[in-house]
C-alpha cells in the first residue's frame, strides 16, 4: 500500500466529520452583563410571518409562563427584528417590557430592551438530531432562573 493509498481514507473522513460539523451550526450564547434573572417582562414575537413559528412562538409562551415567566404576547408586522425590538422597547410604550424574545422552530433570541442588543440565544439543527424547541426552551428557562 502507498502512501497515498493509506492517507485518502483518513481524509475522506475528516472531510466528512468537518463537513457534518459546518451544517450543523449549534451555539448557546448569553451576555455575561446581563442577569436571567433582569427579565421582568418578555414580550414575544415570531422570528418571521410563518404560521410555524407564529405556533411556536405560543408554545414558547405557553411554557415560559408555566414555569412563572411574565411572557406576553406582542403582535404586528415589522421590516426586521431590530425594527421590532425597537417599536416594542420604546419608552413610554402602553405594553412595557424588559425584553422581547424571537421564537423560530430552531432559534430563540432574547434582546435586552435597555441596550436594544441580544442578552441570550441558542441555536440548534433539530432536523440534523440537534436540540428542538422543548429543549432551546428549557435551556433559555436555566438562563432566566440564573442557573448554570
Known amino acids: 500500500m502507498t502512501r497515498r493509498q493509506a492517507i ?3 481524509c475522506l473522513a475528516a472531510a466528512l466529520l468537518f463537513g457534518r460539523c459546518a451544517r450543523h451550526r449549534e451555539f448557546e450564547n448569553w451576555n455575561p452583563t446581563v442577569p436571567g434573572t433582569h427579565f421582568k417582562t418578555i414580550g414575544t414575537v415570531a422570528g418571521s410571518g410563518v404560521p410555524a413559528d407564529i405556533r411556536m412562538t ?3 409562551r405557553e411554557r415560559l409562563q408555566k414555569a412563572g415567566v411574565n411572557a ?3 403582535s ?3 421590516d426586521s427584528i431590530a425594527a421590532a425590538v425597537a417599536e416594542l422597547c420604546a419608552p413610554g410604550s402602553d405594553y412595557p417590557v ?3 424574545l424571537t421564537v423560530t422552530y430552531n432559534r430563540l433570541v432574547l434582546y435586552d430592551c435597555a441596550s436594544n442588543r441580544p442578552a441570550y440565544e441558542i441555536q440548534s439543527s433539530p432536523q440534523e438530531g440537534g436540540l428542538g ?3 432551546l426552551t428549557e435551556r433559555l428557562l436555566k ?3 440564573g442557573k448554570d
Open 8 to 10: 485518502a481514507p483518513a
Open 143 to 145: 438562563y432566566l432562573v
Open 72 to 74: 406576553v404576547r406582542r
Open 58 to 60: 405560543a408554545q414558547v
Open 98 to 100: 424588559d425584553g422581547v
Open 133 to 135: 424547541l422543548t429543549q
Open 76 to 78: 404586528g408586522r415589522w
